[in-house]
């Protein structure tokens, strides 16, 4: 027997030992919950200032676009800015579990001293410390989901980790609400925040860390392989044009949803004149409902119809957003507020449907080396162009047409209708992504 042959058992022994040991299916599903508990924390802690923007306009004396820059660029200049580098730091090879447990207590305290902010540039500040810390969770989890799961399961697996969202929407606009109604806003920030410390800590001692590249068809060492250098990885990923289009198409519905989302408590408020009390639950209610109904049934038609291909998970998101348009526009202009409120539920789940199909295309088309930056490209762009200007520019609209009108109710409807119209330009780039996920699919026999 040869020196290097009485090696391999040694080698293979150690190899064994470097690798982190399997987790079982009910530690799997487990972590997958707790993720979506995460998430809705997540979401909470960044959406809850919507529901809390008139108490702080009228203590701040704040304008509308004020507002559009704390809802929106304050939170995500930060979360833009910070997401690529973090996702470096992840595809380097760092535990991923403490990774999230340690972000997840840092915004959650920084929600809390935003409750403590003595003035708009407090505030601000406080944000984007926020918007910082909440950069590096999304791309971190949807690797970390990605090594739990084949890719079979990633659309379902991701649809109820994304269902986080519309919980987390639901119990910011529940809590700012209640909680701002019947003590200030100040002490919902603090009410926020609280739970993220005790749920870092848990996720800190439950949850283990996947092997890299453990679901994947590809050799399961192509995860323990050394670093891509950014500018490589990018040049991989701009490479495939399905790739660059759902980036555009990501960016786009979030520009308009983000914009609709931060506007359309304040709109009842105005027009209709009803309280934060019951606008807060409301909305809540609707949001969560809404959501969780479009997001998993977006996640189950992705998994059932994309295994004919990953073009046919994106025709009914394509449905979802045309038909949002003509349903914002009714709800704009009856005039019952309760009976908005109630109609806003049908757009909510149609604008869902694109969410878990759009996070499991862009975990399938990137290499294994490469998946928490593909996850941080995606969500720059959703944030530098949907979180940061979506508000903001909804605001500037809203100022606008105020003045014009002569009413802010009325300027801030205007607004949003025509937020409401550009749905039909997010649906064209889906269509778009569509359209190139075709030519690769038919392109893949001739390169074989």
Known sequence: MTDMEAAAPLAAENDMRSRPPAISAGRRRAMLFMLCFIYMLNYLDRQIIVILQEPIKHEFQLQDWHLGLLTGAAFGFFYTIMGVPIAQIVDRGINRVRMLSGLLAIWSAMT?????????????????????????????????????????????????????????????????????????????LFVAGAPGIVAAILFWLFAREPMRGAMDRQQKEDGHKALIPFGQALKLLLRRASFVHVTIATAVTSFVEAGMMAWIPSYLIRSHGLPLSQVGPSMGLIAGAGGVIGTMFGGWQATRFGRNGMDRTLWLPVVGLLLCIPLYATVFYVDSGRLALGMLLLPTIFGAFWTAPAIALTQNLAPVATRARAAAVRIVAANLIGVSAGPLVCGMLSDHFGKAYGAPSIGLRMALMVFAGLFAWAAVHWLVTVRALQREKAELPAQA
């Open 112 to 188: 809390a001293i935003c409750g403590l902010s003595r003035g708009y540039a407090h505030f601000f500040m406080a944000r984007m410390g926020v918007g910082l810390a909440e950069s590096g969770f999304t791309p971190t989890a949807h690797a970390l989901i990605s090594d739990l799961y084949p890719p079979a399961e990633r659309p379902r697996a991701l649809g109820v980790f994304s269902v986080g969202i519309p919980f987390g929407v639901m119990a910011g606009l529940s809590i700012g609400g209640l909680v701002a109604a019947y003590s200030d806003w100040r002490t919902a």
